[in-house]
């Protein structure tokens, strides 16, 4: 009967899927089947965006990674019919997509739900924009971005606008940075031609297979249980220190167990210890929430759009961090957020932290766990996360865990432990500042590395090693970087154990040895170097870019003064 089912259901071209879209629909393609995802958008427990970012592409590789078994079944409730061959990536709506409505032999827009097709895709579909112009709007064109792109996406500049009109002439050193970085990317990984990048996949996705067999895939406990002895010892540690008064020492065994419990809660948001969705959830809410004062369905939220559209300065909020870092000239433009859905405005202040941000890199990271406590009460407050389905309970079991923990480390600890307000502000510093590292060891593995949109037909894997390096270090010390020196292996394999990761480390550099692409891996100190180095490269550029505001604006001037 299933068989049957699934017979009947319709084969669509590109041209009927391209309408779909056009319409508002929320179209996917996996595994050659299409998927309607408009009734899961307001479930889906990583958040509407993660989905929205692969509207009218091929996400099959993007679902492997991130989803359970269990996950990918459920999704066929939402299948509606098929594709035949190869699929060609639309560019998504959230990105600036543009998009036709479908038409019928005689011009008449069709309403599609399954209306069925065996043509090949028509070759004047909807084409990928260049990944710095976009082509000029085509009859019955209907652009899905919202007004607000227009001012800040630096891919919809003209230069032809900047040869004619001088107001455009600042861009002209942004445009000819990006067009460098392209061609130094095109020239470095493998071509985007299709049978290139078919084999890519291909040889992934065996890799993967490959690594399931093994048993990378399953869980390590006998790890896990040293991991909470480790806890259990930081936590005593902890507790006598604050009990005799020891201040510091207790502050620093207190941040030392948040960073240590970080690593733990990264693992349960991919699901990666019972691989059950509900317990692990459960077990990042305690351990982020109630032990840590962080919103793990949050950073859920914001980390699956990393994982998609990683280092993509519209789009992946894990490296928008304006006014205080730029790590891309396209920055200088004042582009638009599709996560924040805001302005990233290009302002005095940005010029001026910018400009230092070289220097100022290693402090703000010491208060950068301030920030995600305001992020989290934002996502919380604003009930960001999904309000129905099977994470709808999430959101209230996180608020218990919030005042729990202001309850315990706010009253208990600042406020009824330690009975001077210098020494409370020294606790509450010293047991922040003690977390940076972590905060150096997420952006390690992503600011060094390439910011370059190549467009719509790079694949899955190949991008991810393009954006992501690993950092290099003994075994010994891996229990101090809880998995994330292994970022390029996370990112290519999320739900894999960090445990695993460094058995997994040498099949994953045979795979890009055997695919052509550069696997990238610094020492830690190196890794520390090469982010200082793009920061201060970024400032250097941020200085070059508004001495050529300057002398646009004299021009300007003196432009104005002749003309009466």
């Given at each position: 009967?299933?068989?049957?089912?699934?017979?009947?259901?319709?084969?669509f071209?590109?041209?009927?899927?391209?309408?779909?879209?056009?319409?508002?629909?929320?179209?996917?393609?996996?595994?050659?089947?299409?998927?309607?995802?408009?009734?899961?958008?307001?479930?889906?427990p990583?958040?509407?965006?993660?989905?929205?970012?692969?509207?009218?592409?091929?996400?099959?590789?993007?679902?492997?990674?991130?989803?359970?078994?269990?996950?990918?079944?459920?999704?066929?409730?939402?299948?509606?019919?098929?594709?035949?061959?190869?699929?060609?990536?639309?560019?998504?709506?959230?990105?600036?997509?543009?998009?036709?409505?479908?038409?019928?032999?005689?011009?008449h827009?069709?309403?599609?739900?399954?209306?069925?097709?065996?043509?090949?895709?028509?070759?004047?579909?909807?084409?990928?924009?260049?990944?710095?112009?976009?082509?000029?709007?085509?009859?019955?064109t209907?652009s899905?971005?919202?007004?607000?792109?227009?001012?800040?996406?630096?891919?919809?500049?003209?230069?032809?606008?900047?040869?004619?009109?001088?107001?455009?002439?600042?861009?002209?050193?942004?445009?000819?940075?990006?067009?460098?970085?392209?061609?130094?990317?095109?020239?470095?990984?493998?071509?985007?031609?299709?049978?290139?990048?078919?084999?890519?996949v291909?040889?992934?996705?065996?890799?993967?297979?490959?690594?399931?067999?093994?048993?990378?895939?399953?869980?390590n406990?006998?790890?896990?249980?040293?991991?909470?002895?480790?806890?259990?010892?930081?936590?005593?540690?902890?507790?006598?220190?604050?009990?005799?008064?020891?201040?510091?020492?207790?502050?620093?065994?207190?941040?030392?167990?948040?960073?240590?419990?970080?690593?733990?809660?990264h693992?349960?948001?991919?699901?990666?210890?019972?691989?059950?969705?509900?317990?692990?959830?459960?077990?990042?809410?305690?351990?982020?929430?109630?032990?840590?004062?962080?919103s793990?369905c949050?950073?859920k939220?914001?980390?699956?759009?990393?994982?998609?559209?990683?280092?993509?300065?519209e789009?992946?909020?894990?490296i928008?961090?304006?006014?205080?870092?730029?790590?891309?000239?396209?920055?200088?433009?004042?582009?638009?957020?599709?996560?924040?859905?805001?302005?990233?405005?290009?302002?005095?202040?940005?010029?001026?932290?910018?400009?230092?941000q070289?220097?100022?890199?290693y402090?703000?990271?010491?208060v950068?766990?301030?920030?995600?406590?305001?992020?989290?009460w934002?996502?919380?407050?604003?009930?960001?996360?999904?309000?129905?389905?099977?994470?709808?309970?999430?959101?209230?079991?996180?608020?218990?865990?919030?005042?729990?923990?202001?309850?315990w480390?706010?009253?208990g600890?600042?406020?009824?432990?330690?009975?001077?307000?210098?020494?409370?502000?020294?606790?509450?510093?010293?047991?922040?500042?003690?977390?940076?590292?972590?905060?150096?060891?997420?952006?390690?593995?992503?600011?060094?590395?390439?910011?370059?949109?190549?467009?719509?037909?790079e694949?899955?894997?190949?991008?991810?090693?393009?954006?992501?390096?690993?950092?290099?270090?003994?075994?010994?010390?891996?229990?101090?970087h809880?998995?994330l020196?292994?970022?390029?292996i996370?990112?290519?394999?999320?739900?894999?154990?960090?445990?695993?990761?460094?058995?997994?480390?040498?099949l994953?550099?045979?795979?890009c040895e055997?695919?052509?692409?550069?696997?990238?891996?610094?020492?830690f100190?190196?890794?520390?170097?090469?982010?200082?180095?793009?920061?201060?490269?970024?400032?250097k550029?941020?200085?070059?870019?508004?001495?050529?505001?300057?002398?646009?604006?004299?021009?300007?001037?003196?432009?104005?003064?002749?003309?009466h």
């Amino acid at each position: 009967m299933d068989h049957s089912f699934t017979r009947s259901k319709p084969t669509f071209s590109r041209r009927q899927i391209e309408g779909l879209i056009h319409d508002g629909r929320n179209i996917i393609i996996v595994d050659g089947k299409v998927l309607k995802a408009d009734a899961w958008l307001p479930y889906h427990p990583g958040g509407d965006k993660a989905i929205k970012h692969m509207v009218g592409r091929d996400a099959t590789d993007e679902i492997n990674a991130l989803h359970s078994l269990e996950a990918k079944q459920f999704m066929r409730k939402f299948e509606i019919g098929k594709i035949e061959g190869r699929w060609s990536n639309f560019l998504p709506p959230i990105q600036g997509g543009n998009f036709r409505p479908y038409k019928d032999e005689v011009g008449h827009v069709v309403e599609q739900e399954t209306e069925s097709s065996n043509d090949e895709s028509s070759n004047d579909s909807t084409a990928p924009p260049s990944p710095i112009f976009e082509p000029a709007d085509t009859p019955y064109t209907r652009s899905r971005r919202p007004k607000a792109d227009s001012e800040s996406s630096l891919s919809s500049s003209s230069s032809v606008a900047a040869d004619q009109d001088p107001s455009f002439a600042e861009l002209s050193f942004l445009d000819t940075r990006t067009k460098q970085e392209i061609r130094l990317d095109s020239a470095k990984y493998p071509s985007l031609d299709p049978l290139v990048q078919d084999e890519v996949v291909e040889r992934y996705r065996a890799l993967y297979q490959r690594l399931w067999t093994e048993g990378l895939f399953d869980c390590n406990y006998c790890a896990y249980a040293v991991e909470c002895v480790r806890y259990t010892l930081l936590f005593i540690l902890f507790l006598t220190f604050l009990h005799y008064s020891y201040y510091i020492p207790s502050a620093i065994c207190l941040g030392l167990l948040w960073h240590q419990l970080a690593f733990t809660v990264h693992d349960a948001g991919h699901m990666g210890i019972t691989h059950h969705f509900q317990l692990d959830t459960c077990i990042g809410i305690v351990v982020a929430d109630f032990l840590g004062g962080l919103s793990v369905c949050w950073w859920k939220r914001n980390h699956n759009v990393h994982h998609i559209v990683t280092n993509s300065t519209e789009h992946d909020p894990d490296i928008q961090h304006m006014p205080f870092f730029a790590i891309s000239h396209r920055f200088f433009s004042s582009l638009r957020s599709t996560y924040y859905d805001k302005i990233m405005t290009y302002n005095s202040a940005a010029l001026v932290f910018v400009r230092a941000q070289h220097y100022l890199y290693y402090p703000l990271l010491c208060v950068g766990r301030f920030n995600l406590y305001v992020q989290s009460w934002i996502f919380l407050i604003q009930g960001q996360g999904p309000r129905k389905g099977a994470a709808r309970w999430h959101r209230w079991l996180e608020i218990a865990g919030q005042i729990f923990f202001w309850t315990w480390f706010g009253y208990g600890v600042l406020y009824r432990s330690i009975p001077t307000n210098g020494s409370r502000l020294a606790y509450l510093l010293v047991s922040h500042m003690i977390t940076a590292p972590l905060h150096v060891q997420i952006t390690l593995s992503h600011f060094a590395m390439s910011t370059t949109d190549l467009g719509v037909h790079e694949s899955f894997p190949q991008k991810m090693l393009r954006t992501t390096m690993d950092v290099a270090c003994p075994a010994w010390l891996d229990f101090v970087h809880g998995g994330l020196q292994f970022q390029a292996i996370h990112h290519l394999y999320p739900r894999m154990p960090r445990h695993n990761l460094r058995q997994a480390q040498k099949l994953v550099v045979q795979y890009c040895e055997e695919v052509g692409i550069p696997y990238a891996i610094y020492g830690f100190v190196e890794g520390n170097k090469e982010v200082i180095g793009r920061l201060s490269d970024v400032a250097k550029q941020a200085r070059i870019f508004e001495e050529c505001r300057k002398v646009v604006a004299e021009r300007g001037v003196f432009a104005d003064e002749h003309s009466h």
